[in-house]
């Protein structure tokens, strides 16, 4: 078995506004090299809880829209089920409007998780969407 010699860095540097101060040789060891890590420590957990502020205060406009607010699919949908050994998960529907836009609805529920999702397809008098 062939021995070699490790050549390369044991884990990789981490990387941030803070990782690029570098210390001097002569303060690794001393209380200003911990007092500089506690600093950066500091800012980048205030960079954190800034970033996490803003996107808590984003979310509002990205709320979900509720479900009496989407299409309607007409009595007359194609409708298929969405099913596993455990159930009924779902449904699927597909309809055309009198414009002829084309529409699907998903309707799911899975593990808690409850989603509706609606599509609609425009096609160009060439047939392109």
Known sequence: MEN????GR?????EGPCVAE???AWRV?????SKSVGECAMKNLLA?????????????????TPAAELAQPP???QTWSIISGSGQHGRSLR???????????ESILLR??????????????NGAL
Request: charged share 15%; glycine share 8%.
């Open 4 to 7: 070699r010699a490790f050549t």
């Open 10 to 14: 044991p884990f990789a540097a981490p």
């Open 22 to 24: 570098k210390l001097p």
């Open 29 to 33: 060891g001393s209380r200003d090299a």
């Open 48 to 64: 954190s809880l800034t970033a996490l502020a803003l996107a808590a205060l984003g979310g509002p406009a990205l709320a979900q």
């Open 75 to 77: 009595q007359s949908a």
């Open 95 to 105: 309809w055309t409007d009198a414009q002829g836009v084309r529409w699907s609805r």
């Open 112 to 125: 808690g998780f409850v989603t509706e999702i609606d599509q609609q397809l425009r096609f160009a008098p």
